[in-house]
């Protein structure tokens, strides 16, 4: 199931309360099977989250939760885990799309804001913007937490919950991006 022009996959799944009250030992299995899953579909890096937020507070208790438990490390305000594989785990628990863009034009200096830039800062430590992006919920209710990611990335849907989902998901949803024809808003003429 490898899909060669697949290098990053975004997973928009649950909300940070969700994310707050899942067990460390779950936390390794899901981060273990999207590793797992993207690697098998060909991707190096896999961003995870949530559909929508809570307090900062919260936030960084995952984080910590993270770095303590997951072999994550901080970079920024995202947790990195290098999965078995080689596939790089990011987790950004900021669940407002507008401020991961406010945050990443801050680090950038005034005269160096171009889109290649900007779209390299929101994507950090990934070298590339999302190829697939699955959301986990209605087709019909973007996330606020996706903003940007959305401009040329394919998506799928699932109208599951955050601790529902499987390898199965995982895997249709690759499935589903090697048989598309990715355009990038071109039309077919």
Known sequence: MSASNLSHILLC????????????????VRLELLARTAHSGGAAWATLVPSTGSDSGEAEDIR????????GVRYAERVVVLEEGGVTVI????????????????????SDITEERLAAAIS????SEPDLVIVLGK??????????????AEMVF?????QALDAEH???AINDFTRRDRRFG???S
């Not at 950090?124 to 070298?127: I, L, M, R, S, T």
């Open 186 to 188: 071109g039309v077919d």
């Open 64 to 71: 910590s939760m993270l770095v303590a438990h997951c072999g």
């Open 158 to 162: 699932f109208d599951t919950q955050w």
């Open 170 to 172: 995982l895997e249709m």
């Open 91 to 110: 987790v950004d628990v900021g669940a407002d799309g507008k401020q991961r863009i406010a945050n990443a034009v801050n680090r950038l200096e005034p």
């Open 139 to 152: 087709p019909t209710e973007l996330p606020h937490s996706l903003v940007w990611e959305l401009a040329y």
């Open 124 to 127: 950090a430590p990934a070298p």
């Open 13 to 28: 799944a649950g909300s940070v309360a969700e994310w707050r009250s899942t067990s460390v030992e779950d936390w390794r």
